[in-house]
């Protein structure tokens, strides 16, 4: 099995999982910002204004984790 880095992770595995999820993260990221602007809502959250709130944090992973446990399920 080729190792990157030491982290028991296929190289082909990581570079599928690095190319979809950086298209997935796009995907997420980008279908949040229309529920946002068909809703009216500018910010998620208040503690930091411009910042979007916690959910502007994690969109792109809400996406890019279901992907990356059925890639990790089938590899090992």
Do not use: C
């Amino acid at each position: 099995m080729n190792v990157l880095l030491d982290l028991e992770m296929p190289i082909g595995a990581a570079a599928v999982l690095g190319g979809v999820g950086a298209v997935l993260g796009e995907i997420g990221d980008l279908s949040f910002s229309i529920i946002k602007r068909q809703t009216g809502i500018k910010d998620y959250g208040h503690i930091f204004p411009g910042h979007g709130g916690v959910l502007d944090r994690f969109d792109s992973v809400l996406f890019v984790a279901p992907f990356a446990e059925i890639l990790f399920r089938t590899i090992w």
